[in-house]
C-alpha cells in the first residue's frame, strides 16, 4: 500500500494489468475520487432518469451527483432542458433532491426567480447597474435517448452519443419508454467505490451463490462459462440455453425485434452494450414465476414473450426492458466509499396499481437482487481497504464484461490525464 | 474548483472582488477553516456568554471554540476570570462543556486540584522536584463589556476591545445585563461554515420570504431597500418606517437612550456595530404580539418601549436588547461545514417563570427564526460545495453589512497571512 | 501545535523528554497513526485471542487491527493458523469480524474455496492457465504463548518472542488456558487513541478517584506511591501491603507458583511485565467481594488464594490471571482517536453457567472499571486535541510504566523510520 500510495494516478493507470482487478488505490483513495468525478463523472454521459420522472411541463426533478445538483425539468415548449441547482445570487441550492411541480425556479434564500428555460425574470433590490441577463442558471447538456436522460457536466460533450442513440432506436422503440410511469424508485446506498458496483454488475459469476430470485429468471449462462468444467448436467443445461439463444433471436428478429448483440464497452468513449436475453421458463418476465408482472403491455408488443432487453452504458448505467415492465439503474458516486444505486420500475402510463400489477411481485426479484448486491459490493470494499488486497486475475470466460469496464475506465483515465 | 483549489489562501484573499460573494474554498476548504480559527478566533475577541452564566463565586462555564477548550469561573474575589480547561498533568479535559458549581477546579483523571484564580494547590505523588508555581491552568484573555463576555485566545489581544466598551456603555447600561438571568438557552447545529451564518444574520433580504414570525415586530427596512423599485404600497410603508425612525431616535435620546448607529464594522481590528430600533405595532418586543414578553423591566426602564437595540460584534456575535428581555447569540465554528449557533433569553434576575414571563412565549420568535435561518444557511454551504458555485453580487441596497464583514473578515486575513 | 504540525514524525520522535507525556500529534495525527499502524501493529507481535476461542478444528475467528483483517482457524491437524482475510481473486473480505464454524474458508463472492490450511482448493471457470497453487491465502504469523494468540502481520517477525514465551511458561502453567472457555466477551470502543488507552493501564495512580469497584480486590499501592506524602494512615496502610507482599511470594514460590516480577517493558522488541500480586480481603479473585467468582478451580490449583498475576505485553495487551478466572483484554486501534477494548473472562471449559458462576458476579467489576477507563481515555484524547495541550510531567513514583510504555514507543519508532 505505501508503495501504491507514493505513485501517481498516472503511474497507477499506465501499470494497470489487462484481466485483473483494479489496484487498491483506485477503489480507496479520495485522491483518484476526485479524479473520476472530473474526469468520469464530469465529461462523460451520465444517466439520471428518464423522461416520465417529468411528464409534464412544470415537472422539475434535482438529481445529485457527487457535490453537482442538477435540475431537469419540462418547459412550457414540453423541451426537458437541465441547469446547475445554484442560484446565480449567494449561491445557494435552489431545490431539494427529488421531484416538484413548479411554475419558475425560485431561489427559498432571497427568491430570486428564474423561468423554466433558465433565464432570470426578477430579483429584488439588485439596483440599475444590474443585467439579469447575466445572471440566468447555468445550462448542464442533456439528451434524451428514446427516452432516457443522460446529461453531461462539460462544455465539451462526447459527440458520439448520436451514434448510441442512433443504434439504440430500433432496440428501445418497441418498449416506448415515454408512455411508462414510474411505479416505484428505490434508494440504496452501497458502500463500496462506485467501480465495485458497476463491475458486480458485469458479471454474473457471483449469481449462483447470492442472487436466489434473479437466476429464476435470468440465465447465468449469458455472461459466460468454462465450457470443459462442465459435468454432464451442466453440458445439458448449457446446450438447452445456446438453442434458446438461436431460437428466440431467430423469432424475435423476424417478429421486428432487433435482439442481436451490439457490444462498444471500451471501444468508444460513450461505450454501451446491448442484446435481448431469453428469460426462463415462462419466458415473460424478471419476476418471481417469470410471468408478466403488469397486465398492459407496453409498446405495441402483442407477444408476451420478449424476453429482457439488456442495455450498459458506460460508466454508470444498467437496464432490462421487459414486454410488461421496465426495470432502470443508475449509479451515483457519494464518496470514494459509498455509491447510491437508484433503481425505478416503470409500467406502462395507464396502469392502475392493485389493478393491473402488484407492486409487491413488480419489484421483489430486483429489490432482493439489489440488496445482495450491495452486500457484495462492501465485502469488496472492505477487502479492497486491506494492505494484503491484491488484485487478482477475472475469470476469462465469465469476467470478460468485468474487464471491459475496468479497460475503459483505464483508457478513459489515461486520454484525460494531462 | 480545480483553479482555486490550486490558489493559495494569499492569493484568493488578494483577488477578493468587493461587493460579490466569496470565492468557494472559504467556505468549504479545511485549510482555510484551520486559518480561520488560528487568525479569526485565535486572534480576535471571540463572544461566549453573559456575566449572569456565572452570577456567583465558584460558577463555571465551560465553552469549546473548535479545537479550544475554555472555562470561565467567577473567583472568591467576584473576578470572572477564563482559563485554558487543559491539566497541566496529563493534559485531560478537565470540565465537560456546560455549567458546574466548583470550590476547586478538580481534573478528575488524578485529582490535579486548581483554585479558583488557576494556582495548582494539590497534585499527589509528584516528588520534591515538583514545582507547583510551574503548573498552574493557562490563563485566557477575558473582558466583560458592561456584562458582555469575550474571550481571546491570543497572547496579545487587540486592544481596541476598549474603545467599542466604552462607546457602548451608555448604550447597554439601561438595560443592566449584570441584574438579569438566563432564562433559556438553545444549542442549535447549522450544517454550514460559520461566515454564511454571519452573512445570513447581516441582512434582511431574505427575511419577508422566509422569516413570518420575525418580521411581525421587526421592520426589514431597517436593513436596506430599493428606493425605485417600490410600488406605492411600498413607498408608504418606507415613508412610515423612515418617520417612525427618527421620532422614535428624538424620544429616546431626549428620554437619555442612546440610540443612533454606531458603525465600525469593517475599520476596525474590533469590529462591532449598534442601533436602537423601532419595533412594529405596540413597539415593546420581540414577541409574536410585540408585547412585553416579561412583567419586570430590566434595568432602570420605565419606557416600555424603548424598540430593540442591535449590536454586532465581529467575528461571532449579534444581540437584541429590549425593555423587557435580551436575545444574544454567539456563533462558533465546529468545523468548516459545521457552526454552532447558541442563544440565550435572559430575563430580570427576579422574574419567575409562570409568573412574569411564560418560556414559549419568551423564545418563540427567534427559535422559530433560528431553524429557518439553519435551513439558509444549509443550502448556501450546499451550494458553496458545487462545483458550479460562482460568487455572485451583493444587493447594494439590502446587503451593504454582509459586504462589510466580507470586507472585514478579508481585511483581518490579509493582515495576519505572511 | 502549528510548529509541532511542521515536525517531521523523525523530529518528534528526537525531541521526546523522558518523564513527560507524548507530546499531542502522537495522540492526535492521522500521519503518526499510519506510522503506528505499519510500524507498531504492523511489525510487532499483537496479542488477539486465546486458543480457546477455537477450541476444535473447524474453528474460526476473524479479527480486524486498523484496515487488516485476520482469519484465525484451527486446522484438522488441531494447528492453529492465521491468514489474510481477503479472497485471492476479487479481494472480498471473506469472513465477517466474529466466529465461525467452517469446513472450509468459502469465499462467498464468487464460491472460491480454501482449505482451512489456506491452499486454495477450488475456483470455477478460471480456464486452463490458472495456477491454483499460487493463489492460496496469505499466511500471517501465529504463536500462542501458553495458550494466548499472538499474531505479526511482518514477514519478520521479531524473535525475542521466544524469550518471552520460556519465561512466561512456567508463571501461565498453573491456570492452563487450554482448557478454560470464553464464558464473555465485550468489546468496548474508547473514543481515545489507542497510546491513551495503554497508559492509562500502566498506572493506578488514577484508581482511586475513579475505580471504586476494582479498588476493592486490587491493591493501587502495587504500582507506586509516595512514601514521604503519607500521612499515619496511609503509612500503615502501605506497610501491611508491603508486608502481604513479602509473604505472599514467599509462600506461593514455596508451593510452586512463580511470582516475583520479570520486567522488560522497555528493552526488549516484544517488551512485556509479568508480577503476582496479593488481592486484598479473602484474597481470591477480583470480585466485589474478593471472593471467586467460580467454583471449578483452574489448573491443578488447590489453593484457593493465589492472588492475580498480572501479565502486560507491549503494544497492546494486559491480562489477569486469578485461580477461578481470566479476564484478559487486548487494544485494537480503529484510528487515531477510537481504540476498541476487547474484553474475554475465561473459565474452566467444564464450569457451567449458573451453576459453576453467575455470570454478572464473574463480569462486574471489569465490566464497571472499562467504562470508568473509556472516559477517562476521552477527556485525554479531548485534552490532547486542545491547542493549549502541553505534555506535563509524570510521576516518578506512580507513573513509572507509563514511562516505559512510551519510552519503548518512542524507541521502536526511532528503530524503525528511516
Known amino acids: 500500500m505505501s508503495e501504491q500510495s507514493r505513485l501517481s494516478v498516472k503511474d497507477l493507470v499506465a501499470r494497470r494489468k489487462a484481466g485483473y482487478a483494479l ?8 485522491k483518484i475520487f476526485r479524479v473520476d468525478m472530473d474526469v468520469i463523472f464530469g465529461r462523460h454521459w451520465i444517466y439520471v432518469g428518464v423522461e416520465p420522472d417529468v411528464p409534464e411541463a412544470g ?3 434535482a438529481v445529485n451527483i457527487g457535490p453537482s445538483s442538477i435540475i431537469i425539468v419540462r418547459g412550457d415548449d414540453e423541451e426537458v432542458r437541465a441547469f446547475h441547482n445554484v442560484c446565480r445570487h449567494r449561491g445557494a441550492r435552489i431545490l431539494p433532491e427529488g421531484k416538484a411541480i413548479i411554475g419558475n425556479v425560485v431561489c427559498p434564500y432571497h427568491s430570486w426567480t ?3 428555460d433558465g433565464d432570470l425574470k426578477f430579483a429584488e433590490h439588485m439596483g440599475p447597474g444590474f443585467d439579469p441577463k447575466c445572471h440566468g442558471l447555468k445550462p448542464v447538456a442533456l439528451r434524451s435517448v428514446s ?16 451514434d448510441m442513440a442512433a443504434a ?10 415515454r408512455n411508462t410511469r414510474v411505479a416505484f424508485q ?13 463491475e458486480n454488475n458485469r458479471e454474473c459469476y457471483h449469481c449462483a451463490p447470492n442472487h436466489p430470485e434473479l437466476t429464476i429468471p435470468l440465465f447465468a449462462y449469458g455472461f459466460g462459462f468454462a465450457p470443459d468444467a462442465l459435468d454432464e448436467d451442466g453440458r445439458r443445461e448449457a446446450e438447452r440455453y445456446a438453442e434458446l439463444m438461436r431460437a428466440s433471436h431467430a423469432r424475435w428478429e423476424a417478429g421486428g425485434l432487433p435482439s442481436r448483440e451490439i457490444e462498444h464497452l471500451a471501444d468508444r468513449t460513450t461505450g454501451f452494450r446491448t442484446e435481448r436475453l431469453p428469460i426462463d421458463q415462462s419466458g415473460e418476465s424478471q419476476t418471481m414465476d417469470t410471468r408478466a408482472a403488469c397486465r398492459l403491455a407496453l409498446g405495441g408488443l402483442t407477444d408476451k414473450s420478449v424476453g429482457g432487453l439488456s442495455f450498459w452504458t458506460q460508466p454508470n448505467s444498467w437496464h432490462h426492458f421487459m414486454g410488461d415492465h421496465i426495470v432502470t439503474f443508475s449509479a451515483i458516486p457519494i464518496d470514494e466509499s459509498h455509491t447510491l444505486v437508484r433503481t425505478k420500475w416503470l409500467v406502462h402510463k395507464d ?14 426479484v430486483w429489490d432482493a437482487t ?3 448486491d450491495a452486500d457484495l459490493v462492501a465485502i469488496g470494499q472492505q477487502g479492497a481497504t486491506d494492505p494484503a488486497y491484491e488484485a487478482g486475475p477475472y475469470s476469462p470466460y465469465t469476467e470478460g464484461l468485468v474487464e471491459k469496464f475496468a479497460a475503459w475506465y483505464i483508457d478513459r483515465l489515461a486520454a484525460s490525464l494531462p
Open 23 to 30: 489496484e487498491a488505490p483506485f477503489y480507496t483513495s479520495p
Open 59 to 61: 415537472d422539475a426533478m
Open 114 to 116: 428564474y423561468g423554466l
Open 147 to 162: 427516452g432516457l436522460l443522460f446529461i453531461c457536466l462539460s462544455d465539451n460533450p462526447p459527440a458520439d452519443i448520436d
Open 168 to 177: 439504440m432506436a430500433p432496440y428501445l422503440a418497441p418498449h416506448d419508454i
Open 186 to 198: 428505490s434508494d440504496l446506498i452501497e458502500d463500496g467505490n462506485w467501480k465495485l458496483t458497476m
Open 351 to 364: 396502469a392502475v396499481e392493485g389493478v393491473d400489477y402488484d407492486l409487491q411481485r413488480l419489484t421483489e
Open 370 to 372: 439489489n440488496r445482495q
